[in-house]
């Protein structure tokens, strides 16, 4: 049983279309995190927040927006997203700062994305 | 340069052979260093965390090296199911309070046939 869930597990949209993907923890972990990940690539981050707020943003286009609205929920809006988009799109949590266990990331299965 | 590079592989072992990994990264304030194991099509799973003075589980041994800011992981006695990809993952500290970056190398492809 993996202990972070992700729905849905796949998803295809069109390009008008929104969406969302959501993310769901209950480690008491105070990061999470949304990585993306094309095949045969290793995972490329994209959004952080540290205890429910927004810590890094590496520079993803406007299209994707994150928003956490509790510290077990992380959710990804998408809209009017290119066919370039289509992906595996991870999210993870973990600890912050030196407890024991802090940058130890633990994933969800994944939502796999297909833009058309 | 990138922040942590790897072995681009594929390696293509025996079973049975030792096989070693290197990754090396470019923030000399990392602190915190991983070695993560992703089956094709599933998400990745911690295999070990990497510490100073460096750390053995059963057939894995991994090492740091801080002065040349590498790390590294050696496989022995390798069985068919450590077929995988092995990434790096380094972080790479940001304002006290937050999240660390946790950036992954770019992945060796690790196949044992018998």
């Known amino acids: 049983d993996t202990e972070v869930t992700q729905t849905p597990k796949h998803l295809v949209m069109g390009m008008t279309n929104k969406k969302s993907l959501k993310c769901e923890q209950h480690m008491g972990h105070r990061a999470m995190y949304w990585y993306k990940q094309k095949a045969k690539k290793p995972p490329e981050l994209m959004f952080v927040y540290s205890y429910e707020k927004l810590s890094i943003n590496e520079s993803v286009p406007s299209r994707f927006s994150p928003e956490c609205p509790n510290s077990s929920l992380l959710n990804l809006h998408l809209h009017a997203l290119q066919p370039e988009d289509s992906a595996l799109y991870l999210c993870?949590?973990?600890?912050?700062?030196?407890?024991?266990?802090?940058?130890?990331?633990?994933f969800g299965a994944g939502s796999r994305l297909t833009v058309l | 340069r990138k922040e942590v590079e790897q072995d681009p592989g594929p390696f293509n072992v025996p079973e049975g052979a030792t096989v070693a990994f290197n990754c090396t990264y470019s923030n000399s304030a990392s602190q915190s260093f991983f070695w993560y194991r992703q089956d094709c099509r599933k998400e990745p799973k911690l295999l070990m965390s990497?510490?100073?003075s460096g750390n053995e589980d059963g057939r894995f041994t991994a090492q740091l090296n801080r002065a040349s800011q590498y790390i590294s992981l050696l496989i022995r006695d390798s069985k068919l199911s450590d077929s995988a990809t092995y990434l790096c993952v380094v972080n790479i500290p940001q304002v006290t309070g937050t999240a660390s970056k946790l950036t992954f190398g770019t992945g060796t492809r690790l196949q044992v046939t018998l």
């Open positions: 990497v510490y100073s």
């Open positions: 993870a949590s973990s600890q912050v700062g030196t407890v024991s266990g802090a940058n130890v990331l633990t």
